[in-house]
């Protein structure tokens, strides 16, 4: 299990200020939420965590590796975190099972058996052990992001990152993959989520975090930010969404 501590971290593209001095910190096995408008910067926060994107200034540290050192060896930071986006990017020409073995294989260099028993495991674990075999386009797109998250789940990650996951499914798929996330929470996963999923939120978050214009507007437990927001701008926010 991992902590997250993010300090003063600002985040430009040329002139456009994205993130403005972003603090907080996860502790290990939380399960943090952040909500806010489209544009506020939640996916650019995400992406500051993975190295995605290279933060403009401040620090991001993950359990005790300063990830914004210039120095510091991005791919084994990588290999920490699973990551898990509103698109799922599985490869459209191999199986199910291959789509979870392969970054296993060639990453963590584990050998084909050994990544197949994992997989299996883990497409077990998001109740797709039936689908092995199945090809991508032959799954809806709830069991597609399930997979998704059994791929990010077969490389022992401490962290996992979920931008939007089931902001691109259809209403009556949304459920199993919330289940899946809940599950995780449950067995104690650190977890950072951007969602409009407010019931989720609500549910399973152990803080929620309101991101507004490149900023954090308010950080707290669901029963304050989501039930009894002490900010105007929260409080319109979630008229829109609730
Ligand atoms: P959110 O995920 O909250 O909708 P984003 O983090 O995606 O917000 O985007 C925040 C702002 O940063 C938006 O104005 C967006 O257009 C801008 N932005 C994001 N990525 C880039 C990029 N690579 N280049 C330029 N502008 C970007
Ligand atoms: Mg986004």
């Not at 490149?214 to 304050?224: A, K, N």
Request: proline share 5%; net charge negative.
């Amino acid at each position: 299990m991992s902590t997250v501590e993010i300090r003063n971290l600002r985040k430009s593209f040329g002139k456009l200020e994205v993130l403005k001095g972003i603090d907080f910190t996860v502790e290990a096995g939380q399960v943090v939420c952040v909500i806010g408008p489209s544009g506020s910067g939640k996916s650019t926060l995400l992406r500051c965590v993975n190295l995605l994107e290279r933060p403009t200034s401040g620090r991001v540290v993950v359990d005790d590796t300063e990830i914004t050192d210039p120095d510091v060896d991005i791919d084994a930071v990588r290999r920490r975190l699973g990551m898990v986006f509103q698109q799922f990017n599985l490869f459209p020409h191999l199986t199910v099972l291959r789509n979870v073995t392969i970054a296993q294989e060639r990453v963590l260099r584990r050998g084909r058996a050994e990544a197949e028993r994992i997989a299996r495991e883990n497409l077990e674990r998001v109740g797709l052990g039936e689908k092995a075999d199945a090809f991508p386009a032959q799954l809806s797109g709830g069991q597609q992001q399930r997979v998704a998250i059994a791929r990010a789940l077969a490389m022992n990650p401490s962290l996992m990152l979920f931008d939007e996951p089931t902001s691109a499914l259809d209403p009556e798929l949304v459920g199993d993959v919330l289940g899946v996330m809940r599950e995780l929470a449950g067995d104690g996963m650190t977890m950072m989520v951007v969602t409009h999923e407010m019931n989720f939120a609500r549910e399973v978050a152990d803080r929620v975090v309101f991101m507004d214009q490149g900023v954090i507007v308010e950080d707290g437990p669901p029963e304050q930010v989501i039930v009894a927001p002490r900010h105007a701008r929260t409080r319109e926010f979630l008229s829109r969404v609730l």
